[in-house]
């Protein structure tokens, strides 16, 4: 039969009893003295602020973010590994191979590593001693533009 003396015991921390007279953590039941917070319904709700007031009050985020994707890179040693004597290197056979993201992207040659076979590279840009190494080894550069998007018709409303 369930009756109070059979009930199982309360887990967890026991709740504070406030306001049970004095022997009662204290005469105040932990609201302090006097003023509006210590009588009933006396905590003030949420203020409405103007726009002004409320983008002040917004920590402020440091820094840019530029809405342009950057561009990928590739550096000359990866081109080594990746091709062959005599290849022709696009952007469309550097994403085949994995080394850029999208050929919508710009793709830049950078002159990190060692270039000894001679190719023929198609990018948006170059560095210098990218440019010079690519040259020394019998190769050339050629600057491409993006592809252009194709612009989807909308369809009508109607």
Known sequence: MLSLNTLPARRGKKKKRLGRGNASKGNYSGRGMKGQRSRSGGKGGLKLRGLKQSMLAVPKKKGFTSPNKRGDVVNLKQLESSFDVDSVVTPEEMLKKGLITSVRISVKILGQ?????????????ASKTALAAIEAAGGSFK???LPKRDKQPKADSK
């Open 113 to 125: 590593g060692k270039l000894t076979k001679k190719m023929t590279v198609h990018a948006q840009g």
């Open 143 to 145: 600057i491409v533009p």
